[in-house]
């Protein structure tokens, strides 16, 4: 892992045209999340389906690693089985930055992350009822 | 580090012992607070010269590494008691522990019902309930506990009513010594629907302790008596509860967002910790906590035990009819902690007794021995009170006393006794 | 010691600028919080390793030199702000000393009334009113205030109506580093019977502060800010105002007598501090104090002039279109303060617009250059809203910056636009 | 100044044997003074004329410091005149016990001054009027 958010590339492609971005109209999920610390704010859209993840947006307004982080998250879920997704740890986020972040920056990252897992146990929450 | 318990060992690890031994002091004032070692020490004097900066928001290098110094120092200590970081908050110490508890509990039972303590209680654990009842409706009971055997939850169940909300103990008397049998309490408790608090400033520091065995709601402790620096102390709570209390402090580091007629509350820890905490309070409390795990809470609690036990056995063997002291006989159930009076018993002719007052006790133990005891009420007025006197002499030891050290104390009560009772 | 005012010189007496020069670090977040001078460090070594007690009833030898030290640590920072001991509370931070206005005052005038402050407050001095009129009839109201220029008492005036029980403000605000001016504003706010607080936590650190000329009632402000440790901060008062208040946590040191159904309090500033304090906290804080009477108040505010002066000529001579700064172009009426953010002013092709985002800038600013600026909304939300943005970053500079790191906060800026704004 | 509490004769003397010690029915002034560092406690009483201290009794509980203080205090100030009495610094009454004291002590020296005080400052207020 590098440190280099000065020049990771992938962090910048993901930033300079974010995937995914954008809204959802009549969504089988959303939700609104803020990461306290800087004010970021995300709004999540799912469209779900058969146990999967159909569709996922997002409109965010937030630095480069909340921002690529969301992208990065959406590429890598979209079509994905909800039960696989929420098997997904925090680490294995991270590590599709390949960045070493600290922990303020950490939350940044989350915070797409944070608001999807909590939009998935909903849904498997009222799956089950 | 230590291998065997050797407190002569353990003292080489502590600064003070340096002066201590050169001026001859021999420090029996632990329940007041306690001495540092060098590791927390050191870890201080490292935070200031190399990473010391503000936690949570900084998203540069030194910032950082406060922030992680200070997450996992929480974390050191939420495992340390057996609880979870979110349920650890950092406060000043014991006594804000039980007025942020007091506080904000009354707001959330909407100013209702009735808080039980005992009478056994140090005044953190009862001037914040005043306080609380003085500004809404919740009302404060004192229950009558034995100054000879711990309380148990026979006790407690005897004065519960309807109306009780919450119970709120010391876990440990820091007067009598007693160790308080809390087994069954939360459990019971529980089932009633009552919250349980624990005022753990004189157990955490000197055995182990588990939140989960205790099954309390919360739990108040102060860095200070556990080699740690003052400014710093826990409240634990379990996160369920903490959910529900109100914030006690407004500020920064609490909140989520401010607007000009509202604010939301960060999620907790951060929504207890308002402003910018005592974050080398909190890293010299972590590395307090490993230097006696290093040690073992065990170990620390057997030489507490052999130190009582001596110490009682001392007095017996002293057979000095003027010596009165306090609190159960069973080393099982005490503390290392010795509340004393010299009195003569026939009274005398002095107008006002023959009585040594507790304040002399101290000085003269002190100019005459180096023997630094408290003396006072010690901030349980009520139990001190209950016990027919308005002050008493206070020795208490921990990890770094020794047999050495009762003895010292014995032969000062012993030169005290002949200089002030004539 | 120091003779001449020189930041090479005074870096000599910080151990952490050792580590800064090894890294290339400029640190810039004093506004957060400040660096220890080793004599502060030495001062809270030395009373570990000597004097280690507990405060107040200690009748021996070390608790005696503790308490000693505790007293005369309250004199010195008394003295250094105008102020008399039993009007000099230690609490935790600026923070609590808010906390407890509000919540005292609040008691003390029945629950009702209006408190007034500006829309420049930290929500140090926001929450806490909204914490207390949740409780009470007590209402919050927050006055408009400039951006560019000082707030003044014909400001105040206009808000103030027959309602208005207290105006609480801040001396200098930690996001514009506007300096109000204060001069007037405490005789006519008397004159109309109303309560004058002050929040000094951006001011006191920075410039000579006396609470006699502020003519105010209550007065806060935080150690570590001002090169002390944390944990430990002041509430001062006007002790006939400190007096009629009630206290605000209950416990030990803060009574006189304790009963089963009440307590008597003790006077002040004891009446106000309840539990352990933070011995080592007052002491650190008084070495700090120390360090900055030789320096000299007046040399420390003409410094940081000379670099917020500095920092303007340098804006305009960047003349960088994206660079947007806030907070009055008077280095007069200006802290050592400058809150900016960078964004391309015609929009962009990014769905999110073409602002850098200041967690990014702070992020890039320390991986790019070791520049240390802080990001966020600073504890501001109200204003920083006003503003039209959700959060800015920060530099902010004390004795040992000099214009050097500000030539390296420029460069940085540059190096984050070219990385940034395609 | 000495340090020893331990071999003071003078406060030994006045504590074994405290003078002025007692109540006096009915006196012009009168307090109870309460050190809460200790809980030692005063009671003290003043029989005043013609700008004079006429007699001076107190009843304590306390230690070897402030009974022996209050003692030594009523010996000096009976008979004298209140506005010089008033002009008596914590300093002459610290030294008249001969000892250098902790501040914690120095309390329990000063209660029965503080209490003398208190009295004296009503009675000049109240004679003025
Ligand atoms: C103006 C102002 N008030 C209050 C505070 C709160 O200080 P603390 O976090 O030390 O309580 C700050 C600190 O950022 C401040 O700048
Ligand atoms: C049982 C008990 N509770 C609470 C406290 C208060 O501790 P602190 O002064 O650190 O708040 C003490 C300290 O004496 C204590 O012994």
């Not at chain 1, 944070?114 to 089950?128: N, Q, V």
């Not at chain 2, 306690?34 to 050191?42: G, M």
């Not at chain 2, 005992?118 to 409706?137: D, F, K, L, Y």
Request: hydrophobic share 35%; net charge negative; glycine share 8%.
């Amino acid at each position: 892992m590098s440190d280099d958010i000065i020049y990771s590339a992938i962090i910048d492609e993901h930033y300079e045209e974010p995937r995914n971005f954008g809204k959802i109209e009549d969504p089988d999920e959303d939700i609104m999340e803020t990461n306290p610390t800087c004010g970021d704010t995300i709004a999540m859209y799912l469209r779900l389906g058969d146990g999967k993840i159909r569709e996922i947006k997002y409109v965010a307004r937030g630095c480069l690693i909340s921002v690529a982080s969301a992208s990065i998250l959406s590429e890598r879920v979209s079509g994905k089985d909800v039960s696989e997704v929420l098997k997904m740890s925090k680490n294995d986020i991270l590590s599709y930055l390949g960045l070493d972040l600290g922990p303020a920056r950490e939350k940044c990252a989350l915070l797409s992350y944070d608001a999807l897992i909590k939009m998935l146990r909903k849904y498997e929450k009222e799956a089950k009822k | 580090m230590i291998n065997m318990f050797d407190p002569l060992e353990i003292r080489k690890h502590f600064p003070i012992f340096e002066r201590f031994q050169r001026d001859g002091i021999v420090y029996l004032d632990n329940a007041a607070t306690t001495q540092k070692p060098s590791e927390v020490i050191n870890a201080i004097v490292n935070y200031y010269e190399n990473s010391n900066s503000n936690v949570h928001r900084g998203v540069y290098r030194i910032g950082e590494e406060a922030t992680d110094l200070y997450n996992r120092s929480r974390e050191n200590i939420a495992r340390f008691i057996g609880g979870t970081p979110e349920g650890t908050i950092f406060v000043r110490n014991a006594t804000e522990a039980l007025n942020l508890a007091a506080s904000s509990l009354t707001r959330m039972l909407g100013g209702e019902g009735e808080v039980l303590v005992t009478r056994m209680e140090h005044h953190s654990n009862i001037v914040p309930w005043q306080i609380a009842s003085s500004v809404s409706g919740i009302r404060l009971r004192m229950m009558e506990s034995h100054t000879d055997r711990p309380l148990k939850w026979e006790d407690i169940e005897k004065d519960i009513t309807g109306k009780t909300k919450i119970v709120s103990v010391t876990h440990v008397s820091n007067l009598l010594g007693t160790i308080n049998d809390l087994r069954e309490v939360g459990k019971n408790l529980h089932d009633l629907g009552i919250i349980f608090i624990v005022d753990a400033a004189q157990s955490v520091p000197h055995m182990p302790v588990n939140v989960n065995d205790l099954e309390c709601d919360l739990l108040a402790f102060s860095g200070h008596k556990m080699l740690a620096p003052s400014g710093i102390g826990v409240l634990y709570g379990k996160p369920e509860l903490l959910d529900r209390m109100p914030p006690y402090m407004g500020g920064g580091e609490m909140i989520k967002e401010v607007f000009e007629d509202h604010f939301t509350a960060a999620d907790i820890p951060e929504k207890f910790e308002a402003g910018t905490p005592n974050i080398e309070g909190a890293i010299g409390l972590s590395a307090a906590v490993d230097f006696l795990k290093n040690l073992g809470m065990d170990n620390v609690r057997n030489h507490e035990k052999d130190l009582i036990s001596y110490t009682l056995r001392r007095e017996q063997e002293m057979n000095m009819p003027s010596l009165i002291s306090y609190g159960p006989r069973d080393p099982e159930v005490r503390g290392g902690i010795y509340a004393f009076n010299i009195r003569k018993k026939d009274g005398g002719d002095r107008p006002f007794g023959n009585e040594v007052h507790p304040h002399d006790i101290s000085h003269l133990a002190d100019r005459i021995e180096g023997v630094e005891l408290r003396s006072g009420h010690h901030c349980a007025m009520p139990q001190t009170v209950s016990l027919g006197v308005y002050a008493t002499a206070r020795a208490s030891f921990y990890i770094y006393n020794t047999r050495d050290d009762v003895d010292h104390l014995f032969d000062v009560i012993g030169k005290i006794e002949r200089r002030m009772i004539k």
